[in-house]
């Protein structure tokens, strides 16, 4: 961060290391499987244990996508769900909830349509804490980063595994609230996780930054979580959550009962990664 004024996510991390915790991100698609969804599921998401929720701004080409969401993108599109109409959501959702931090992932294309500043503005107004542009590297953010701490958002930047020390030493320089360790060398979604790896890797960030170190793509259950959580300071989990609203439609009832299996999920993976902290 740029200033001495933290955001909703640092004072997470610091309320959660206090108590030797690790954050549980879930991610979940604006506007999938319809709009009028996506606000009480947010709610739900925090009663079941998420500490900061990652929101998908739904776009038409998601590079580092896998189908399952992916096609969550297409639905909300489809159901007309916009950049402007996700943010509303969370606007929505902030109404009633000031302290869960909200960080948005989409690309730069819609970003760029709006303009940096009209759409910085918006999520200001909103009340979104972290932005993370898959495709906006740090070398190329420009004033995007600083303008966004000045609106008490942190904008975070993916590593890879491939990603190169250059490359790297920037994401450190230039990332706030945390760091985004994508775990495999693939699209979300992915099955090959290699939870030694990914723990040298965490280890190897940790040692060269400040800001805690969380992980996703291939963390699917609560023996996934509680693998990579002895590393990192959290673990996101999208494409697990997302696939279960892929055939519901409008169906009410399949809605729920498709609620019901991603709260499931939330419990499986808070109880795994709480299994973790020591009794005191």
Same mark, same amino acid.
Not at 78 to 90: P, Y
Not at 93 to 116: C, D, K, S, W
């Given at each position: 961060m740029l200033d001495n004024t933290q955001t909703r996510i640092e004072? !997470?991390?610091? =309320?959660?290391?206090?108590?030797?915790?690790?954050?549980?991100?879930?991610?979940?698609?604006?506007?999938?499987?319809?709009?009028? &969804? !996506?606000?009480?599921?947010?709610?739900?998401?925090?009663?079941? $244990?998420?500490?900061?929720?990652?929101?998908g701004l739904p776009f038409s080409d998601p590079m580092a996508d896998g189908e399952t969401i992916a096609l969550a993108g297409e639905r909300a599109l489809a159901g007309g769900t916009s950049t402007r109409q996700a943010l509303a959501i969370v606007k929505q959702f902030r109404a009633t909830n000031q302290h869960t931090p909200v960080l948005v992932m989409g690309y730069l294309n819609p970003v760029e349509i709006l303009g940096y500043d009209n759409f910085i503005a918006l999520c200001q107004e909103a009340g979104v804490d972290g932005v993370l542009m898959v495709d906006l590297p740090p070398q190329e953010a420009g004033n995007f980063t600083q303008k966004?701490?000045?609106?008490?958002?942190? %904008?975070?930047?993916?590593?890879?595994? !491939? !990603?190169?020390?250059?490359?790297?030493?920037? &994401?450190?320089?230039?990332? /706030? /609230?945390?760091?985004?360790?994508?775990?495999?060398?693939?699209?979300?979604?992915?099955?090959?996780?290699?939870?030694? %790896?990914?723990?040298? #890797?965490?280890?190897?960030?940790? =040692?060269?930054?400040?800001?805690?170190?969380?992980? $996703?793509? /291939?963390?699917?259950? $609560? %023996?996934?979580?509680?693998?990579?959580? #002895?590393?990192?300071? /959290?673990?996101? &989990?999208?494409? %697990?959550?997302v696939r279960q609203f892929a055939d519901v439609g409008d169906n009410a009832d399949q809605i729920a009962t498709a609620k019901q299996r991603v709260l499931a999920k939330m419990d499986e993976l808070r109880q795994a990664l709480d299994s973790l902290t020591p009794n005191p």
């Amino acid at each position: 961060m740029l200033d001495n004024t933290q955001t909703r996510i640092e004072t !997470t991390f610091g =309320a959660l290391k206090q108590q030797n915790k690790k954050a549980l991100i879930p991610y979940i698609m604006a506007g999938d499987p319809n709009p009028n &969804v !996506t606000v009480e599921l947010l709610h739900d998401l925090v009663a079941h $244990g998420a500490d900061i929720i990652e929101v998908g701004l739904p776009f038409s080409d998601p590079m580092a996508d896998g189908e399952t969401i992916a096609l969550a993108g297409e639905r909300a599109l489809a159901g007309g769900t916009s950049t402007r109409q996700a943010l509303a959501i969370v606007k929505q959702f902030r109404a009633t909830n000031q302290h869960t931090p909200v960080l948005v992932m989409g690309y730069l294309n819609p970003v760029e349509i709006l303009g940096y500043d009209n759409f910085i503005a918006l999520c200001q107004e909103a009340g979104v804490d972290g932005v993370l542009m898959v495709d906006l590297p740090p070398q190329e953010a420009g004033n995007f980063t600083q303008k966004l701490a000045n609106s008490q958002m942190n %904008e975070i930047f993916l590593l890879a595994p !491939t !990603t190169l020390p250059q490359r790297r030493q920037q &994401v450190l320089q230039h990332g /706030g /609230g945390f760091i985004y360790y994508v775990s495999v060398k693939g699209v979300t979604g992915s099955k090959a996780l290699d939870t030694a %790896e990914v723990g040298t #890797q965490v280890q190897q960030i940790k =040692a060269q930054t400040a800001l805690p170190v969380c992980v $996703g793509f /291939g963390i699917r259950d $609560g %023996e996934s979580a509680k693998a990579i959580g #002895q590393y990192a300071d /959290g673990v996101i &989990v999208g494409s %697990e959550l997302v696939r279960q609203f892929a055939d519901v439609g409008d169906n009410a009832d399949q809605i729920a009962t498709a609620k019901q299996r991603v709260l499931a999920k939330m419990d499986e993976l808070r109880q795994a990664l709480d299994s973790l902290t020591p009794n005191p």
